[in-house]
């Protein structure tokens, strides 16, 4: 499934957690390694000297260092470059040119300005890669995946996350979950949700077991011995369905979820769904997001 990863790195403390799980995912897979730091035109424009250019580069370069040293010490060959324009627009280049399969960054990077935010450079990377993108916060131990979950709405958008959950689950011997939440708001509408019928919640639920029902056999027949369970969870949170998604990871003790979002727009652009970017900002463990193809 992955045979070249690319870590982006910024020096930032969930830069470093991902770097450490990106190399968790290389040496479970057997993949190389490519780290990058992108050096912010922007903040060269605003020097005003050489002396001041070169700190600026040697951070870049500190943060390389830090990640090939922790490598080393894992016994994981990597390659590093220190690149120089706009990081989103680098990172995904970088990995065209690399042939990478999957780019991994932390949720939010040096100038992140809030736990909740998902940082300026992550978001625009998921907007623009067609790369899968694993996003890492400051949850959970690096390396651990026994219980994996894949989310379903019963649409091709789902589905594409099945290869990169049952490739991970089969390398880490993962309990898979497959969770369909029914989220009552937008189905009942913004005031009147607390009075929908209970025929018509059961309906909802009976489509949300039809489509975690298909997920499940599509990995079963996938991989005949993973161990898979199913549920439909509900929600009337005004996040939506991702509250649920979010409820349902904490009380399982998921530790890596796995989603698909959208795919191109007429313009060209990736489009990340709502749902999965609610979910990046709000849970606490890695997110896997696999982009449909357009």
Same mark, same amino acid.
Not at 19 to 42: I, T, Y
Not at 194 to 217: K, S
């Given at each position: 499934?992955?045979?070249?990863?690319?870590?982006?790195?910024?020096?930032?403390?969930?830069?470093?957690?991902?770097?450490?799980?990106?190399?968790?995912?290389?040496?479970?897979?057997?993949?190389?390694?490519?780290?990058?730091?992108?050096?912010?035109?922007?903040?060269?424009? %605003? =020097?005003?000297? +050489? @002396?001041?250019?070169?700190? *600026?580069?040697?951070?870049?370069?500190? #943060?390389? /260092?830090?990640?090939?040293?922790?490598?080393?010490?894992?016994?994981?060959?990597?390659?590093?470059?220190?690149?120089?324009?706009?990081?989103?627009?680098?990172?995904?280049?970088?990995?065209?040119?690399?042939?990478?399969?999957?780019?991994?960054?932390?949720?939010?990077?040096?100038?992140?300005?809030?736990?909740?935010?998902?940082?300026?450079?992550?978001?625009?990377?998921?907007?623009?890669?067609?790369?899968?993108?694993?996003?890492?916060?400051?949850?959970?131990?690096?390396?651990?995946?026994?219980?994996?979950? %894949? =989310?379903?709405? +019963? @649409?091709?958008?789902?589905? *594409?996350?099945?290869?990169?959950?049952? #490739?991970? /689950?089969?390398?880490?011997?993962?309990?898979?979950?497959?969770?369909?939440?029914?989220?009552?708001?937008?189905?009942?509408?913004?005031?009147?949700?607390?009075?929908?019928?209970?025929?018509?919640?059961?309906?909802?639920?009976?489509?949300?077991?039809?489509?975690?029902?298909?997920?499940?056999?599509?990995?079963?027949?996938?991989?005949?011995?993973?161990?898979?369970?199913?549920?439909?969870?509900?929600?009337?949170?005004?996040?939506?369905?991702?509250?649920?998604?979010?409820?349902?990871?904490?009380?399982?003790?998921?530790?890596?979820?796995?989603?698909?979002?959208?795919?191109?727009?007429?313009?060209?652009?990736?489009?990340?769904?709502?749902?999965?970017?609610?979910?990046?900002?709000?849970?606490?463990?890695?997110?896997?997001?696999?982009?449909?193809?357009?």
């Amino acid at each position: 499934m992955y045979e070249r990863l690319l870590i982006a790195v910024d020096g930032s403390e969930e830069a470093r957690r991902a770097a450490r799980r990106g190399l968790g995912l290389a040496a479970a897979f057997d993949a190389s390694v490519d780290v990058v730091s992108v050096v912010e035109q922007k903040a060269l424009r %605003l =020097t005003e000297s +050489g @002396s001041e250019r070169s700190r *600026v580069r040697d951070r870049g370069e500190a #943060a390389l /260092a830090e990640i090939e040293t922790l490598a080393s010490d894992l016994g994981i060959a990597v390659t590093t470059e220190l690149v120089e324009g706009t990081p989103a627009v680098e990172i995904g280049a970088y990995a065209d040119a690399r042939g990478a399969d999957l780019i991994v960054v932390g949720r939010q990077g040096l100038t992140g300005i809030g736990r909740r935010l998902l940082g300026g450079v992550t978001e625009q990377v998921l907007h623009r890669s067609d790369v899968p993108v694993l996003v890492v916060s400051g949850g959970g131990e690096a390396g651990d995946y026994a219980r994996v979950l %894949l =989310t379903t709405d +019963g @649409s091709d958008n789902a589905e *594409v996350a099945i290869p990169h959950g049952t #490739a991970i /689950a089969r390398r880490f011997d993962s309990e898979v979950h497959v969770v369909n939440v029914v989220d009552l708001q937008s189905a009942g509408g913004l005031f009147d949700a607390g009075g929908l019928e209970a025929e018509f919640v059961e309906r909802l639920e009976a489509r949300g077991q039809e489509a975690v029902d298909a997920m499940g056999r599509q990995l079963e027949e996938a991989e005949g011995d993973l161990d898979v369970r199913t549920a439909v969870e509900r929600t009337s949170s005004f996040e939506g369905a991702a509250a649920g998604i979010r409820e349902y990871v904490a009380a399982e003790g998921i530790d890596l979820v796995v989603m698909g979002s959208h795919g191109r727009s007429n313009l060209g652009r990736q489009l990340l769904g709502s749902v999965a970017s609610t979910v990046l900002r709000t849970v606490d463990v890695p997110v896997l997001v696999v982009k449909r193809p357009g």
